[in-house]
C-alpha cells in the first residue's frame, strides 16, 4: 500500500477563517513533507519532518504552522491566509533510509482564500 | 545555483509511438533521480528513479537513463497510451538526504488516438 490520504480535498476560506489541512499514511514512513503546487507549476517543498521533528521550514511565512502530532500524521495549520496562498497543497512522506528515498504523493487539498 | 529544467514544456505523440521526455539538471551533487506522472486534478504519482551509480533503470514500459557527464536526465515511455497523458516532472535530490526535492518544470505529454 503506498497510499498517502488528505483531507479536504477542497478548502474554501476567508482570509481571517482559521483551518487545518490533514494528511495521514501508513506506510512506516518516517518522513513527512508540506508542497505548494501553483497552477501549471512544480511543487515547491514547504516544510520537511522526519522522525516527527521539524527538519526543513523552506522560509514559509508563519500563517503556515505545520505540526506532526505522530509518525502517522501531518497537519498543516492556516490562519491570516492572503488570496496568493491559493494553490494545490500537497503531503508526502517517505522513508528515511538513503536507499530507499522515493516520496510517495497524496492527491492534495485544493485551497481557494477568499 | 541549483535547477532542474526540462527542454520542452509540450510533447505530443501518436499513440502507439515511443515517448521521449528530457530533463537538465544543473546541480553536480545530486545523486538521486525520479520521475512522476501527475495527472489533472491529482497528486504526482511516482514512476521511476535512479541514483548517480547507474546509467539506466527500467519499468514496466518505461526506462529512465542518467548522463552525468552532461547532467541529462531522460524518460522513455514505450507504446504510449492515451492513458499516458499526463505532465510529468523530473525532480532531484542531493547526497545529504536531507529530503528536499527539486522539481523541473515539467512537460506536458499529449497522446493522439
Known amino acids: 500500500d503506498t497510499e498517502v490520504t488528505q483531507t479536504p480535498k477542497h478548502l474554501v476560506m476567508g482570509m481571517t477563517n482559521k483551518k487545518s489541512l490533514k494528511c495521514e499514511q501508513h506506510?512506516?514512513?518516517?518522513?513527512m513533507y508540506w508542497y505548494k503546487q501553483k497552477a501549471k507549476k512544480p511543487p515547491e517543498l514547504m516544510f520537511v519532518?522526519?522522525?516527527?521533528?521539524?527538519?526543513i521550514n523552506e522560509s514559509v511565512p508563519s500563517r503556515f504552522s505545520p505540526e506532526c502530532p505522530n509518525s502517522s500524521l501531518l497537519n498543516l495549520h492556516l490562519h491570516a491566509l492572503q488570496p496568493e496562498d491559493s494553490a494545490l497543497y500537497l503531503c508526502?512522506?517517505?522513508?528515511?533510509?538513503?536507499?530507499?528515498?522515493?516520496?510517495?504523493f497524496g492527491p492534495g487539498t485544493r485551497l481557494t482564500v477568499t | 545555483g541549483e535547477s532542474v529544467g526540462l527542454h520542452l514544456p509540450t510533447l505530443s505523440v501518436q499513440e502507439g509511438d515511443n515517448s521521449i521526455i528530457n530533463c537538465a539538471y544543473s546541480?553536480?551533487?545530486?545523486?538521486?533521480f525520479i520521475w512522476y506522472k501527475q495527472e489533472s486534478g491529482k497528486g504526482p504519482q511516482f514512476i521511476i528513479d535512479?541514483?548517480?551509480?547507474?546509467d539506466k533503470r527500467q519499468g514496466q514500459r518505461v526506462t529512465v537513463l542518467l548522463n552525468k557527464t552532461v547532467k541529462h536526465l531522460s524518460l522513455q515511455i514505450a507504446a504510449t497510451q492515451p492513458g499516458d497523458s499526463a505532465v510529468y516532472f523530473c525532480?532531484?535530490?542531493?547526497?545529504?538526504?536531507?529530503?528536499?526535492?527539486?522539481f523541473g518544470q515539467g512537460t506536458t505529454l499529449q497522446v493522439k488516438p
Open positions: 508526502a512522506s517517505s522513508q528515511v533510509d538513503r536507499e530507499k528515498r522515493e516520496q510517495y
Open positions: 546541480n553536480s551533487a545530486s545523486d538521486y
Open positions: 519532518y522526519s522522525y516527527e521533528k521539524l527538519s
Open positions: 525532480a532531484e535530490q542531493g547526497s545529504s538526504n536531507t529530503g528536499k526535492l527539486i
Open positions: 506506510m512506516g514512513h518516517r518522513a
Open positions: 535512479i541514483r548517480s551509480n547507474m
